[in-house]
Structures are given as C-alpha cells and as structure tokens.
C-alpha cells in the first residue's frame, strides 16, 4: 500500500489539490486525512468534496473539526467566527463526514490520530519526550502518525529506549525499522508553521516500510485574496504568507 496521509487542510483547497496531485504523481493507492479539514481557510465545502472523492480515505477527527459542533472556543482570535462562518456553508453530507470520524484509529502496523494516541481529545501539542513517549505507550503500533502542530517531525524509540527525533528531508524516505518505534508529524497541508510555505503532507509505502515528507508548492495568494473575500480573519490570509 502506498498511502498518502494529509492532516490540518483548514479549508484551503489550493494547497489540498496541490497535494492530492503530487500524491497521484508519486502512485498513491490510499488516503487518510488526520483532521481539522475545516478552519481559517474559506473553501470548507471544495475542500470536503475532494476529500471524500479519494479512494479508500481514511479520516480522523480534530480539533477544528470537533469545534464545528461544539460551544468550546479554540484559543485563536477569530477562529469562532470562522467556524460559525464554515458551519453556515456545509451540507449535511460534510457534516457527518467530519461529526463520524474517530479521535484515534489503528489499522496493521499503522496508529492515526491528530494530537495524540493518548488522551486524543486533550489536543496536546507534542513537542516534549514524555508526550512522545505517553503516545507510544497509548498502541501498540509499529508507526503512529499524527498532525496539529503544523510541523513535520519525525520521533523514534530505540530497542535501547533511547528517544530520538529528526527534521526529515523533504522527498527524502525515512526507513522504518523493525527495532524502533515512531511517531510522525506529517506537518499541515493547508497552514505549515516552520517558515516554509510549501504544503506538506507523508507518503506512507507500507511494502518498503518507509515514510516521506512531501512539501508541496501551492498558490497561497490565491487561498489568502479568498480569505479577505469571505470577510475571515486577515491574519489567517498573512499566515499563508509567512508559512506561519
């Protein structure tokens, strides 16, 4: 299986397609989307029919996406505005596309969530050893990919329980081990936050038992000139340009 795995799109269908295409390019079978679909971007609808046209998807729920049908409130100014705005555009076909998928997910060798295997709907950002390590524990997985911090990473547990982390290359593939264990942040395709404007998104080749992270060029001043149109948040529209 070769399987494309995409995760925060907020709502940005020109980064989406770009990454969906370079996914077909590459030979991607599978899909899996890890969440927040929506917010911060104005094309929520584009950008779930697209989703749901890929073959075999398989998507979890995040953040965003379970704020759409909740009173909680993201900590992010103006993101209220942009989920009652997205609430207002969907049909009910995305709503239960995004309302029905699971926090957490594992299939084979393979552990899908958006923050964390453990505790998934504490939304925790994971950047520290011990919230690797509590993520680790939570499966029994060989690889657990997760998304929500917009940067792509690549955490590994050694036989000697040794935990180590890497900035992977962009195209180049990380071999799986057998003797370790991973968690890997596929970054965001629709709001990167490492200072690079380029989606990113990971091919998963479960055959070689490898992972890549793709980053994808796309034209965000056309995602932004539609974010200022829809009358959102002109700090989401200067994000896209910052690659923050």
Known sequence: MLQAILSDIHSNLEALQACVAH???????????????????????????????????????????????????????????????????????????????????????????????????????????????DCLAATNARVTFIGHVHVPMVFYLTAGDTLREYSPESGVAVPLSPSCRYVVNVGSVGQPRDGNTAASYAMYDTDRAEVTIHRVPYDYWSTAEKILKAGLSARFAERLLEGQ
């Open 23 to 133: 996914a077909r390019e590459q030979g991607a079978t599978h899909f899996a989307c890890l969440g927040d679909c929506v917010g911060y971007g104005a094309d929520p609808v584009p950008t779930l029919d697209l989703l749901r046209s890929l073959p075999h998807l398989l998507m979890i729920r995040g953040n965003h996406d379970e704020a759409l049908f909740q009173d909680d409130v993201i900590d992010v100014p103006g993101i209220r505005q942009v989920l009652d705005w997205t609430c207002t555009q969907l049909a009910p076909v995305h709503c239960d596309l995004l309302e029905h998928a699971p926090f957490v997910r594992t299939l084979g060798e393979a552990t899908y969530a958006h923050a964390s295997a453990h505790e998934p709907q504490a939304w925790a950002y994971l950047r520290q050893p011990e919230q690797i390590r």
